[in-house]
């Protein structure tokens, strides 16, 4: 069974400063891992999502996320972070077989200083 | 309307009422799910349809019960509740259950005095 650890139930930068929201899984197979984030009384929305091949991926609104299989972490960052961006960031996990929950982590409350 | 729509987006509701949660998907997906999200824990998986039928419940009470009409729709009809049970409740689908991306509803915010 696969499982995500989110560090950090809550993190505030600055804006205009890095953003930096960490998640490490556990997964006996390959996974495949996936950022969403959900902004008040909204659903989960796709940030992005590694599969296979690159393992830098780009997604929405200018983050990215790195698949590091050795360190088995898939942290989110952002250059340069917006009032916008703030909202809970959930990190998700599933296995390569197919036929598998998305199993997700606790959510990182991301807020903005202004 | 595009995506995944929910209905309604807030519900309050006595512990002896019943009711249904409404979710409609507008992206020709075969599968879909319900989610309950409640504070500080992660996202549980309740229910999983898959070309209408159900391919998962992950041990849920039966005061829920999931209806698949057709791959468009799904509903969770709600039958004497407890408080506990108050949470956002989110719908999602996906092109199929072997398909991982999933897109979600808004969700419906449900009370329960």
């Known amino acids: 069974a696969q499982s995500v650890t989110q560090l950090g139930s809550h993190v505030s930068v600055s804006e205009g400063a890095l953003v930096l929201l960490r998640c490490n899984y556990s997964?006996?197979?390959?996974?495949?891992l996936f950022w969403y984030v959900q902004y008040p009384n909204q659903g989960l929305q796709l940030l992005l999502k590694y599969t296979t091949g690159a393992t830098l991926v780009k997604g929405i609104n200018g983050f990215e996320a790195e698949f590091k299989k050795s360190e088995t972490s898939f942290h989110l960052t952002k250059p340069s972070a917006h009032m916008s961006d703030a909202a809970e960031y959930f990190c998700a996990v599933s296995v390569q077989r197919g036929n598998e929950k998305l199993t997700f982590g606790t959510g990182t409350r991301l807020t903005i200083i202004p | 309307e595009t995506g995944v729509t929910q209905t309604p987006r807030h519900l309050v509701m006595g512990m002896t009422n019943k009711k249904s949660l409404k979710c409609e998907q507008h992206?020709?997906?075969?599968?879909m799910y319900w989610y309950k999200q409640s504070a500080k824990k992660p996202l549980e998986l309740m229910f999983v349809y898959n070309f209408k039928e159900q391919t998962e419940n992950n041990s849920v009470p039966s005061r829920f019960s999931p209806e698949c009409p057709n791959s468009s729709h799904l509903f969770l009809h709600l039958h004497t509740l407890q408080p506990e049970d108050s949470a956002l409740y989110l719908c999602a689908s996906s092109q199929d259950i072997m398909i991982n991306e999933q897109f979600f509803g808004p969700g419906t915010r449900l009370t329960v005095l």
């Open positions: 997964s006996s197979v390959p996974p495949y």
């Open positions: 992206l020709g997906h075969n599968a």
